[in-house]
């Protein structure tokens, strides 16, 4: 098969220019709707600005356009090769011997390269700026913050209230949260004013309070104590702990690896974040689909047919892979489906039946 450069070129900048048409568009929508949301959120906080509704909108953006990539592609691609059916360009090229293959192809190199993008350079800057907004999202609307975080120093756990804080370091922590290895405790008066430490072998999570064993109490201007156990008042329970990750979205792309091992080594699964960093690599796969499921919808089109029917089969494709995606991607979590296959399957699938129909078009 010889690719004529030219053909190539202005296939392919005839989808790129419909790609940044609709996202520019899909981004304008979504912002639009989120700030109504955000607003929505807003109401009865005073101290909740309408700067601080905009910033809320802004840092949320690239995240959910991430999410809505893939159908951009997808719709831009139906756009571009519904334009070219409909000035008769694609039938001159089909006339002249060109295979479909021939324009298909620098089109599905534009996809792979839009989904390659998106998870090397889009996805940190949507991880940061999700991160932001959670942190002011926690400050203005949930009032809440994170008790949790984890480093290659171990498990970090933070508990208590204006007037007194603790804050927990652990080597490693059991699978089900509930007991801590190789613990040490630091606690504080407000403000930041060091009271005690307390190091034990291990603290076992109970009703309110941790029971540490095998402790030792320290404490400025006091001699060391040993206690085989020792209590410390907590307000921590397991769902709160469990629920304080940092969630895969908040994360790059180039740190999810390493933070997986630093859970695994934690005494954490690293399921969930695994699953997340697999459906990113998967991503370009996902993209070449969409630009073949685009062909077949316009392939076949001639000067008399009308957008609606391409759009209206676009959107019923879009949502029926949308749903079958997020049921998989569910079972993946769910751990009933390893993560690779529940990342991988939906794209390879997608990919393998868009060639099928593709191939039946032009050959069958």
């Known amino acids: ?155 970090w756990l933070r508990q208590g209230d204006d007037a007194s ?45 941790w029971e540490i064993r095998d402790a030792v109490v320290s404490a400025p201007d006091r001699t060391s104590e040993t206690f085989g156990a020792y209590r410390i008042a907590t307000d921590l329970t397991l769902d709160r702990i469990q629920n304080s990750f940092a969630s895969p979205e908040t994360m790059s792309f180039w740190d999810l690896p390493g933070f997986i091992d630093t859970l695994t080594a934690a005494g954490f699964s690293g399921h969930r974040h695994s699953l997340y960093w697999h459906t990113l690599l998967a991503m370009p796969l996902l993209m070449a689909a969409m630009v073949l499921f685009a062909a077949v919808f316009t392939l076949r089109i001639g000067t008399r047919s009308s957008a609606t029917r391409t759009i209206g089969a676009g959107v019923i494709c879009s949502f029926f892979l949308y749903f079958a995606t997020d049921i998989v991607y569910a079972m993946g979590l769910s751990g009933s489906v390893p993560a690779i296959l529940s990342a991988w399957s939906p794209a390879a699938i997608a990919t393998l039946l868009a060639l099928a129909m593709v191939f039946h078009l032009e050959d069958g």
């Open 165 to 209: 804080h603790t804050v927990i370091n652990a080597r490693r922590i059991t699978s089900d949260a509930s007991e801590l290895l190789n613990v040490t405790f630091f606690n504080f008066e407000q403000p930041e004013r060091f009271v005690s430490r307390v190091d034990g072998e291990s603290a076992r999570l109970e009703n309110g309070y």
């Open 1 to 155: 098969m010889r690719l004529s450069m030219t053909l190539s070129g202005y296939v392919a900048r005839q989808v790129l220019l419909w790609l940044v048409a609709i996202f520019l568009g899909i981004a304008s929508m979504v912002f639009l709707v989120d700030s109504v949301e955000q607003l929505r959120r807003a109401a009865g906080k005073p101290d909740v600005t309408l700067g601080v509704v905009v910033q809320l909108s802004m840092l949320q953006l690239p995240f959910l356009l991430q999410k809505t990539l893939p159908f951009i592609v997808l719709f831009a691609s139906m756009m571009a090769f519904w334009r070219l059916s409909r000035s008769n360009e694609l039938v001159v090229a089909r006339a002249a011997g060109v295979s479909a293959w021939q324009f298909l192809l620098p089109a599905v190199v534009l996809g792979i390269f839009v989904g390659g993008l998106q998870a090397t350079i889009l996805n940190p800057l949507a991880a940061a700026m999700l991160a932001r907004f959670e942190k002011l999202d926690a400050q203005y609307m949930k009032r809440a913050t994170s008790s949790l975080s984890i480093s290659p120093t171990g498990v």
